[in-house]
């Protein structure tokens, strides 16, 4: 993979670039993913926020407390409901991107899954993930 990559919305009026590669992707099968994406997880690349940035539009965020008590801030696309990322104070140094936002969703290769214990039973995971019942810590 070159370093970097590109993305944005489905309507093209919110894009957004890396700098550098990926350095984390992975399912999320939390409650609260499962709420935010309309499926069985979140499929998530992630990046340092110093290497990320939003090239064009401006994104609107739905701000809420996790589970662990922690807020986590979802960015959207305010014109066509596309999201977009998430940043979380659990991890102020990272970005974590929709998969499906990529412009090339073909580098999305997930290395593990969390909250495995909020799983639903229709989903299949990869048999080479790490798996954790909660968020590895």
Same mark, same amino acid.
């Given at each position: @993979?070159?370093?970097?990559?590109?993305?944005?919305?489905?309507?093209?009026?919110?894009? !957004? $670039?890396?700098?550098?590669? =990926?350095?984390? @992707? *992975?399912?999320? +099968?939390?409650?609260?993913?499962?709420?935010?994406?309309?499926?069985?997880?979140?499929?998530? %690349?992630?990046?340092?926020?110093?290497?990320?940035?939003? %090239?064009?539009?401006?994104?609107? %965020?739905?701000?809420?407390?996790?589970?662990? *008590?922690?807020?986590? +801030?979802? !960015?959207?696309?305010?014109?066509?409901?596309? #999201?977009?990322? /998430?940043?979380?104070?659990?991890? #102020?140094? !990272? %970005?974590?991107?929709?998969?499906?936002?990529?412009?090339? =969703?073909? /580098?999305?290769?997930?290395?593990?899954? /969390?909250?495995?214990?909020?799983?639903?039973?229709?989903?299949?995971? +990869?048999? *080479?993930?790490?798996?954790?019942? $909660?968020?590895?810590?």
């Amino acid at each position: @993979m070159s370093e970097g990559f590109e993305g944005g919305c489905a309507c093209g009026k919110v894009r !957004y $670039k890396a700098t550098a590669d =990926p350095r984390y @992707m *992975g399912n999320c +099968h939390c409650r609260d993913c499962q709420r935010a994406t309309g499926a069985g997880f979140y499929p998530g %690349v992630g990046v340092a926020a110093d290497a990320f940035e939003i %090239v064009e539009g401006a994104p609107q %965020v739905y701000s809420r407390e996790s589970d662990a *008590g922690r807020t986590v +801030h979802r !960015y959207f696309c305010a014109e066509c409901g596309s #999201p977009l990322l /998430i940043k979380t104070e659990a991890m #102020p140094r !990272y %970005v974590s991107v929709y998969a499906g936002s990529l412009d090339d =969703p073909s /580098i999305y290769k997930p290395q593990t899954d /969390i909250f495995t214990a909020s799983a639903q039973p229709w989903t299949l995971m +990869h048999e *080479g993930t790490a798996k954790s019942e $909660k968020m590895p810590g």
